[in-house]
């Protein structure tokens, strides 16, 4: 049950980072500069952030548990993610549909690879911080 604490902190770090950095986009950058660049700026912050925390899990949550889910946690806080995203969207009158077309042709595939990044990054970081383990579910 480790790994599912581990996805909640996980999306709720890189939730609450990308909502503040959403919020400066959004209200500084976006009107100077457009929404185009304004997220493509992001976009390597929030990739940062997302290294580091699920770094940061997998390091305080290191439990056999986490190390066998890597995988399961991440998937669970990409789920968490898109559900609060569409929320957010649904929150504005966005559909499901218009969450995912109406996103810049440029910088909305590099949203969608960065989610799949943030899916995959628990699983990264076990197999680089535990790559010499004996376990042979790593």
């Known amino acids: 049950m480790h790994w599912i604490k581990a996805a909640f902190l996980y999306f709720l770090a890189v939730f609450g980072a990308g909502f503040v950095l959403g919020s400066i986009r959004v209200l500084l950058l976006v009107p100077r500069i457009g929404v185009r660049v ?29 190390r066998q889910r890597p995988l399961r946690m991440g998937f669970l806080a990409l789920f968490l993610m898109v559900a609060a995203e569409i929320s957010l969207g649904s929150l504005a009158g966005a559909t499901v549909p ?41």
């Open 38 to 66: 304004a997220e493509l700026i992001e976009m390597p912050l929030m990739v940062l952030l997302t290294i580091v925390a699920a770094r940061w899990i997998v390091l305080r949550f290191g439990s056999p548990s986490l």
């Open 98 to 138: 218009e969450y995912i077309t109406a996103r810049d042709p440029v910088s909305g595939p590099a949203y969608f690879a960065a989610l799949v990044f943030f899916s995959l990054a628990p699983w990264l970081i076990v197999r680089r911080t535990w790559r010499h383990s004996t376990d042979p579910s790593l």
